[in-house]
Nanobody, 119 residues
Framework: VQLQASGGGLVQAGGSLRLSCAFS????????LGWFRQAPGKKREFVAT????????TYRDSVKGRFTISRDNGKNTLYLQMNNLGPEDTAVYSC?????????????WGRGTQVTVSS
């Protein structure tokens, strides 16, 4: 399984970005997916997750109401729509995938994309 995130960039506070994650090498609908981020000097943290069918999503509290995770099983692509961005959202964002037998562990990770929010 391979994952590749894209769509990051530099944006002013209050702006929006849409991240994409291209998936290959497996049956996309069989995997639950997530977005994670890591800011300089901080541990990686979960941002949002979505179930294999897209019917169940979770978000960290600080992004609820601003970020939306979605997936297109026909295009093998995961998305993260980020609105009303703030400097605290600056980080490298990575996508990850896990199968039914992986429990809470995400064994597959893509190279991240940098999101920088200026104040």
């Amino acid at each position: 399984v391979q994952l590749q995130a894209s769509g990051g960039g530099l944006v002013q506070a209050g702006g929006s970005l849409r991240l994409s994650c291209a998936f290959s090498g497996g049956s996309f609908p069989s995997y639950a997916l997530g977005w994670f981020r890591q800011a300089p000097g901080k541990k990686r943290e979960f941002v949002a997750t979505i179930s294999w069918g897209g019917g169940s999503t979770t978000y960290r509290d600080s992004v609820k109401g601003r970020f939306t995770i979605s997936r297109d099983n026909g295009k093998n692509t995961l998305y993260l729509q980020m609105n009303n961005l703030g400097p605290e959202d600056t980080a490298v964002y990575s996508c990850a995938a896990k199968g039914d037998l992986d429990g809470s562990y995400y064994p597959y990770w893509g190279r991240g994309t940098q999101v920088t929010v200026s104040s």
